[in-house]
């Protein structure tokens, strides 16, 4: 089976510029996560879908982060305008309710 | 508020010793989740254990293996015989169950980065 699938794997981008990570899912996964890691904050949840409806976006870290999962098989993580503290290593994870099952990430580099 | 804390930061041993990787959680619940992940140097997490609130069992697994004690909220791993291939970074994690009783999200510890020199 083929496991979670990110891209971009890595994206540099100049300060202002709009970003789009993207994500699929495991088939079957009801649950998909984002998670942004740095390291000074180390692993942080931004958001989670369950069934493709946003249950937990507290931790979005202002609005210039938006996610959206329009199908169960698709979500993207969008930042406009990005920023360079936005530099970090993007995961995305699913899971059909227990253990999370990690994509390899996206690294985002804003010059 | 749940929160993990993996007191060491960097711990390098030799190869073939043991080596334990501490972690201590906080939460308010009584059904909780506990979950170690491991990061190697090619980026991506990779789950290894989980284990619920209501199961004290320590478990093995080969050379790793879990000590999950209640009374002082911690769930430590040790890897016995450590080999150069087990250096990675490696997270504790924490969920809580929330009502509707599937995965909410984990809570990280900021990690312990494991060298195991040759």
């Given at each position: 089976d083929a496991g979670v699938i990110q891209s971009p794997r890595h994206e540099v981008t100049e300060m202002g510029q709009e970003v789009t990570l993207r994500c699929k899912p495991i088939s079957g996964h009801d649950y998909l996560f984002w998670y942004r890691q740095t390291m000074m904050r180390g692993l942080e949840l931004l958001i989670y879908f369950n069934n493709n409806v946003?249950?937990?976006?507290?931790?979005?870290?202002?609005?210039r982060f938006s996610a959206k999962m329009?199908?169960?098989?698709f979500s993207t993580l969008k930042i406009?305008?990005?920023?360079?503290?936005?530099s970090a290593v993007y995961f995305c994870a699913s899971s059909p309710g227990g253990e999370l099952f990690f994509g390899e990430g996206s690294r985002l580099t804003v010059l | 508020a749940q929160k993990v804390t993996q007191a060491q930061t960097e711990i390098s041993v030799v190869e073939k010793e043991d080596v334990t990787l501490d972690c201590v959680y906080e939460t308010r619940d009584t059904t909780y989740y506990l979950f170690w992940y491991k990061q190697p140097p090619s980026g991506e997490l990779v789950f290894l254990i989980r284990r619920n609130s209501f199961d004290e069992q320590n478990e093995i697994s080969g050379r790793y293996s879990w000590n999950f004690q209640k009374s002082t909220s911690s769930f430590n791993f040790t890897i016995t015989a450590s080999q150069v291939v087990d250096s990675a970074v490696y997270f504790c994690a924490l969920s809580e169950r929330d009502s509707g009783g599937g995965a909410d999200g984990l809570t990280f510890g900021k990690g312990t980065h494991l060298i195991i020199q040759p």
């Open positions: 946003p249950i937990d976006d507290s931790g979005m870290p202002e609005d329009p199908n169960a098989s406009q305008p990005s920023e360079p503290r936005d | -």
